[in-house]
């Protein structure tokens, strides 16, 4: 089993509709955990991170189910803009030397 | 403006040379990394260093060397060792206190 797990995808969806994206994570000692983006052929840049509590950005909403160990991304009235790879990433120390990053999740918005 | 600048952008060598990729932040940050990515793949820790003159393997450290002479800069030498280094390069910085890692915009080395 990976340490970090997404569905690859890619997610076709037309402008303005709502896509999620999930990820599970195998180590339940993870300390902290990110949702990166990343454009095609460049680096990663992140989205924003996630707490228990879940928190929202405008049209993004992060979650976090320590129990389950899953993380999950809610992009709500999709943009053509939001086209790129979404990775998830985990932090399994405080260091953050132990940081695992998802293959990541493809997402295709359409006019 | 503050940043991580790697150069350079695209690196084709030929099978058998060793090459050096540059790494350098002037974000003052302490930690550094080194990831490969390959399509379809996470980014796969290579090194890192969390001070200067220290660095540790990371998961995928064979074939690879490093040196931390200055906090500024991080290079990474792929050997003749590595036996499919053709892969998209990143490099990365943080803070201590912090989770988020800064990424440079990657070198995407081609051995022919």
């Known amino acids: 089993r990976k340490e970090v797990e997404q569905d690859p995808g890619p997610f076709n969806v037309p402008e303005g509709a709502t896509v999620a994206f999930n990820c599970t994570y195998s180590?339940?000692?993870?300390?902290?955990f990110f949702w990166y983006r990343q454009d095609c052929r460049k680096e990663p840049k992140l989205l924003m991170s996630v707490y228990s509590s879940g928190n929202e950005d405008g049209r993004f909403t992060a979650q976090l189910n320590r129990a389950s160990q899953y993380i999950s991304l809610l992009i709500r009235d999709s943009k053509l803009s939001d086209s790129a790879t979404y990775l998830c990433v985990v932090n399994a120390d405080t260091g953050g030397f132990k940081t695992i990053f998802g293959a990541g999740t493809r997402l295709f918005v359409k006019a | 403006d503050g940043g991580i600048t790697q150069s350079p952008k695209y690196l084709f060598r030929k099978e058998g040379q060793n090459v050096t990729l540059s790494c350098e932040q002037n974000?003052?940050?302490?930690?550094m990394y080194w990831y490969r990515q390959d399509p379809g793949q996470g980014l796969r820790l290579i090194y890192y260093s969390q001070i200067v003159n220290d660095f540790q393997k990371g998961d995928i450290a064979e074939g690879y060397s490093v040196s931390r002479e200055k906090k500024e800069s991080f290079p990474l030498t792929v050997t003749s060792a590595q036996k499919n280094p053709t892969a998209f390069y990143l490099c990365?910085?943080?803070?201590?206190?912090?989770?988020?890692?800064?990424f440079g915009p990657g070198t995407r080395l081609t051995v022919l």
């Open positions: 990365a910085s943080k803070v201590p206190w912090q989770d988020e890692q800064f």
């Open positions: 974000l003052n940050h302490d930690a």
């Open positions: 180590n339940s000692a993870s300390q902290s």
